[in-house]
Nanobody
């Protein structure tokens, strides 16, 4: 099973930018569709974006035009560039292999906390 580690979260102000990283500790990510997800306090985990092995992307409507997912297979890393951050983007962000039944996954990493506050 692919083991992924998220990093890059921190406290930022509204309007700021931040880039999150999702790195594989071993197995190459080349053949996987990788997704970013987030969970805000008191809410269920939600899908944010995914990128296929071929580079096709999909985003939840609330982040379209602000977030960009990308991958660097040479570095075995998937990134989430987040621009014009809003308070409602505050959440713990997770990455995982994406599939249509991601919501039933039991194995998640530690995630990385993003807090958007003035």
């Amino acid at each position: 099973q692919v083991q992924l580690v998220e990093s890059g979260g921190t406290l930022v102000q509204p309007g700021d930018s931040l880039r999150l990283s999702c790195a594989s500790s071993g197995e190459p990510l080349d053949d996987y569709t990788i997704g970013w997800f987030r969970q805000a306090p008191g809410k269920e985990r939600e899908f944010v974006a995914f990128i296929t092995s071929g580079g096709k992307t999909m985003y939840v409507d609330s982040v379209k035009g602000r977030f960009t997912i990308s991958r660097d297979n040479a570095d075995n890393t998937v990134y989430l560039q987040m621009n014009n951050l809003k308070a409602e983007d505050t959440a713990v962000y997770y990455c995982n292999v994406w599939s249509t039944n991601w919501s039933s996954y039991k194995n998640w990493g530690q995630g990385t906390q993003v807090t958007v506050s003035s």
